[in-house]
């Protein structure tokens, strides 16, 4: 058996390969790019549990004898009504630059908002061999800084703060995932008894 992240995107790759490493799984853990899967998987589910979902069933159903791990995250910002959550990584419809674009069409649609709370989810679908998909959620709070910080992290980890001032992308990847809302998820997961397969 081997454990299947269901990704492609090197830096959400880099942080659950740490995540998974430093909690010893003893599997060996393979991405979309390792076993030659390069279609594209549509997202078309309207939570971050369906999406998650979604992409877990498509792999688990090429590969019934692996672990297979999807992740599906998002930012949401309170005073646009939770945007732009599912749609994270393609708010802004960008075909280049795209963590840039999102960042800079987020902080148009903040200016002069006061109410800068935010939170990151992350949503884990879970499939082991002739089970059924199980989930863990975790989440950040944080607030949305009024300019980019920092040169580490991807997505909109330059303008996500935990204290207001320290920006996600100011901290090491063993720093942030102290706290991220990846390693809360992972946290969850690894507190469960089936986990001691795999370690």
């Not at 939170?119 to 607030?143: A, D, R």
Request: proline content about 2%.
């Amino acid at each position: 058996m081997r454990l299947i992240i269901v990704s492609n995107n090197k830096d959400k790759i880099k942080d659950l390969k740490y995540l998974l490493n430093i909690n010893n799984v003893k599997l060996d853990i393979l991405t979309l790019n390792d076993i030659g899967y390069d279609e594209e998987i549509i997202e078309f589910g309207k939570t971050f549990a369906q999406n998650a979902l979604i992409k877990a069933q498509t792999i688990a159903y090429l590969y019934p004898n692996d672990l297979i791990i999807a992740d599906d995250s998002g930012l949401c910002v309170e005073a646009l009504d939770d945007a732009p959550n599912i749609y994270s990584s393609r708010y802004a419809n960008a075909s280049t630059n795209i963590d840039q674009a999102n960042m800079d069409k987020l902080l148009f649609n903040l200016n002069g908002i006061l109410n800068r709370k935010a939170h990151f989810i992350s949503m884990l679908c879970v499939i082991q061999p002739n089970q059924e998909p199980f989930f863990v959620q975790g989440k950040v709070n944080g607030t949305i800084l009024h300019k980019q910080i920092g040169t580490n992290g991807f997505g909109y980890d330059q303008i996500f703060s935990l204290d207001g001032e320290t920006s996600f992308a100011q901290l090491t990847l063993i720093e942030k995932n102290k706290y991220s809302h990846r390693q809360k998820a992972f946290e969850k997961l690894f507190s469960l008894s089936f986990w001691e397969l795999y370690v």
